[in-house]
């Protein structure tokens, strides 16, 4: 399979930045993107995914929101896509690849700046996560932080800040997906000070960790624009005989690490 890409493109209507688009899903072998902000109206989305996606498969929630915040584009000679539920912040879709021959959920979200517009995501991730029985992916622009040491610049983090998205993440069972490079996502370079932020967040579930198999996540290096974009790439072909068994320290972070480990 090729790789999965996420990008908060934050406006796709200039050539340069479709040109930008094309260059990067070729050169890092992508095969099913996630774009955000694209500021694409309703009645040119069919011209620009044909001319930058000829042939791949499309969809966006543009039924869910008139600004279509999150468009799906696939190669359709690699995985099937069939949306499931959707909302102005977050679409999720069931996923079949067809060299793997698995299925897995995967939910793209682009969420809102303020903590009040946030608060129908969160219920609609538990909703979701109540439902979900197969490996399941989470990716996006979050628009918050999660920990207090994922902002340098700007306002300190408080707790209040944090709790909702916590609380979401413990209440769907999601760990963070190890990452590498950049620590940060995105940043605020114009007025007096520089702000570095992680708002960009890939998830997944213990499902996920049981039956895919090995991916890396890399936060590629900020282009055109204030958002690094993120691919996940699978590390080798899937073992069929049974999987080693990796650890990665993140997972300790989790809030019902220890709780888990210990019920075996």
């Known amino acids: ?121 969160w219920n609609y991730l538990e909703a979701v996560g109540v439902n979900v029985s197969q490996p399941w992916i989470i990716m996006g622009d979050f628009n918050v932080v999660l920990h207090m040491d994922n902002r340098i610049g700007g306002n300190p983090v408080s707790m209040a800040e944090v709790k909702e998205f916590h609380e979401c993440v413990e209440n769907c069972g999601l760990l963070e997906f190890p990452k590498q490079r950049s620590r940060y996502t995105w940043n605020d370079k114009h007025g007096g000070s520089i702000i570095f932020s992680k708002i960009d967040w890939v998830f997944v579930n213990s499902e996920w960790l049981d039956s895919m198999p090995d991916f890396s996540t890399t936060f590629l290096p900020e282009m055109i624009n204030d958002h690094s974009p993120m691919k996940l790439s699978m590390l080798n072909s899937p073992n069929k005989g049974r999987k080693q068994f990796k650890y990665c320290n993140v997972w300790s972070s989790h809030p019902l690490f220890l709780e888990r480990v210990k019920a075996g």
């Open 1 to 121: 399979m090729d790789n999965i890409l996420w990008w908060n493109v934050r406006g796709l209507n200039a050539p340069n930045k479709q040109k930008e688009v094309k260059l990067l899903y070729s050169r890092e072998g992508i095969g099913l993107a996630g774009l955000v902000e694209t500021k694409i109206k309703g009645s040119k989305i069919e011209q620009v995914a044909n001319k930058l996606f000829e042939g791949w498969g499309s969809m966006t929630n543009l039924d869910y929101h008139p600004n279509e915040r999150i468009w799906l584009v696939w190669r359709t000679d690699y995985s099937q896509i069939r949306m499931v539920s959707g909302m102005a912040q977050a679409i999720t879709y069931e996923v079949v690849y067809r060299s793997l021959q698995k299925i897995m959920m995967l939910t793209v979200v682009y969420v809102f700046n303020t903590k009040e517009e946030r608060r129908p995501l």
